[in-house]
Structures are given as structure tokens and as C-alpha cells.
């Protein structure tokens, strides 16, 4: 994976959230199921549909309260390969060797 969001959600989706938590985490079984639900928390934050993010106001009552957290949906910024497979996957992506972009402030 690319990024950490699509590596999240991958391992959310497969079942091996545990996989994204330090093991020095790990081991404290209290701190587990609260690293748990803030992953789970923020993957509701980052939904594609803007409807089903849940607002400031119950993202703190979700972190205070036990309540049940719905099931969240694939994130709006998931990259689906990374790039080095899709170029190799998809003749759309070609190579420019002649611009030149420079990354500088102005």
C-alpha cells in the first residue's frame, strides 16, 4: 500500500486491524479496544459520502460513550493499487520526460 489510509482500510476490511497497533500497544489489553474504536472512528471520518461522516459533536460522544459504531464503508481516498501496479496494469499512464516540475515556494 501506498498510503495509510488504504492500508487502514485494507486492514480494517480484512480483519487485522490489530495489524496497524504497536505491539508495545498491543500488550496493554485495555488500550487495545480503544486504539480499536479510534481506528474505527476514523475511518467513519473518512467516508466517500459526505452524509455518512459523522459530525465533530458525535465523534467526541463516540470517543466518551459506548455506544455501537456503524459499519464504515470504503474511504473516499482509498487507492485501490498502488501506482506501480496500475501503470504496469493500464496503458492510460505514460511517461513525460520533458516537463520539469519544480516544488519551491513563490
Same mark, same amino acid.
Given at each position: 500500500?501506498?498510503? *495509510?489510509?488504504?492500508?487502514?482500510? +485494507?486492514?480494517? &476490511?480484512?480483519? @487485522? =486491524?490489530s495489524?496497524? /497497533?504497536?505491539?508495545t500497544? &498491543?500488550?496493554?489489553? #485495555?488500550?487495545?479496544?480503544?486504539?480499536?474504536? #479510534? $481506528?474505527? /472512528?476514523?475511518? *467513519?471520518?473518512?467516508? +466517500?459520502?459526505?452524509?455518512?461522516?459523522? %459530525?465533530? =459533536?458525535?465523534?467526541? *460522544?463516540?470517543?466518551?460513550?459506548? $455506544? %455501537?459504531?456503524? %459499519?464504515?464503508? +470504503?474511504?473516499?481516498?482509498?487507492?485501490?493499487?498502488?501506482?506501480? +501496479?496500475?501503470?504496469?496494469?493500464?496503458?492510460?499512464? @505514460?511517461?513525460n520526460?520533458?516537463? $520539469?516540475?519544480?516544488?519551491?515556494?513563490?
Open positions: 500500500m501506498d498510503d *495509510l489510509l488504504s492500508f487502514a482500510w +485494507e486492514s480494517w &476490511k480484512n480483519g @487485522t =486491524g495489524d496497524m /497497533i504497536d505491539s500497544l &498491543k500488550a496493554r489489553s #485495555s488500550s487495545l479496544q480503544n486504539i480499536t474504536r #479510534s $481506528i474505527h /472512528i476514523g475511518l *467513519l471520518c473518512v467516508q +466517500e459520502n459526505v452524509i455518512d461522516r459523522p %459530525t465533530m =459533536g458525535l465523534v467526541v *460522544l463516540m470517543l466518551s460513550l459506548s $455506544i %455501537t459504531l456503524p %459499519t464504515p464503508s +470504503e474511504p473516499a481516498f482509498y487507492m485501490r493499487a498502488n501506482m506501480s +501496479e496500475a501503470r504496469r496494469r493500464s496503458s492510460q499512464f @505514460t511517461v520526460d520533458v516537463s $520539469i516540475s519544480n516544488i519551491t515556494p513563490r
